[in-house]
């Protein structure tokens, strides 16, 4: 069955510090990976997405991620963060089927 | 607003009750899925419809839930004789597919967050 591991269950950060959050995912077959965001008190929007391609996706507000195949894993990475991005951030994989399996998500806490 | 709307935004119930849940998806989306997320957990696949006709079931959708989506626009989702377990926040979210084309993006409502005492 398809699984998605997200190991940071919370990062604390300070203002202006680089970001990565790992993302690995069991399936060997061809996937497609979403990153999700969860500002406080709003609901999931979409940060970035890869289906094929460039394996390094670019999204909004200055997020990428790195789709490594061989390593199963889809890493979200930020260079510089800022206190607004203060969120819980999903990795999510749609395989064949339409749904989407999530991880269990990475509370990310930025200090002013 | 023209995103996701759900309905009601909270809902407490004691156990044994029956609750009903409503989603309104983006107008123009044939598919709508509902999820379940529990507190320090990713939100959980239950089921999905394109257009009216539900097409997969997960198996946390036991027999106690039930969902329409009678005219392949708003869908309901129900639960018979609550249970403590079923506390938890509700997702829907809908997509429009395109047979062949990219990976389809699922847009989030708010949710509805159900406690049972």
């Known amino acids: 069955a398809q699984s998605v591991s997200q190991h940071n269950h919370h990062v604390i950060l300070s203002e202006a510090a680089s970001l990565e959050l790992g993302c690995n995912y069991s399936?060997?077959?061809?996937?497609?990976l979403f990153w999700y965001v969860q500002y406080p008190g709003q609901h999931l929007q979409l940060l970035l997405k890869?289906?094929?391609?460039?394996?390094l996706v670019k999204g909004i507000k200055g997020f990428e991620a790195e789709f490594i195949k061989s390593k199963f894993s889809f890493n979200l990475r930020k260079p510089s963060v800022q206190w607004s991005d203060t969120a819980e951030y999903f990795c999510?994989?749609?395989?064949?089927?339409?749904?989407?399996?999530f991880g269990t998500g990475t509370r990310l806490t930025v200090i002013p | 607003d023209t995103g996701v709307s759900q309905d009601p935004r909270h809902k407490i119930t004691k156990r044994g009750q029956n609750v009903t849940f409503r989603c309104d998806p983006i107008?123009?989306?044939?598919?709508l899925y509902w999820y379940r997320q529990t507190l320090g957990q990713g939100p959980e696949f239950l089921t999905y419809?394109?257009?009216?006709?539900?097409?997969?079931k997960s198996r946390l959708l036991s027999d106690r839930f039930s969902a329409e989506r009678p005219k392949g626009s708003f869908s309901t989702l129900e639960i018979q004789r609550t249970e403590q377990g079923d506390s938890a926040m509700y997702l829907c979210?809908?997509?429009?597919?395109?047979?062949?084309?990219?990976?389809?993006?699922?847009?989030f409502g708010p949710g509805t967050r159900l406690t049972v005492l």
């Open positions: 979210a809908s997509s429009l597919s395109n047979t062949g084309g990219p990976a389809n993006e699922q847009f």
């Open positions: 399936y060997g077959g061809t996937v497609n």
């Open positions: 890869y289906f094929s391609g460039d394996p």
């Open positions: 999510a994989v749609k395989t064949g089927a339409n749904n989407l399996f």
């Open positions: 107008s123009e989306h044939n598919r």
């Open positions: 419809f394109q257009n009216e006709a539900q097409l997969e």
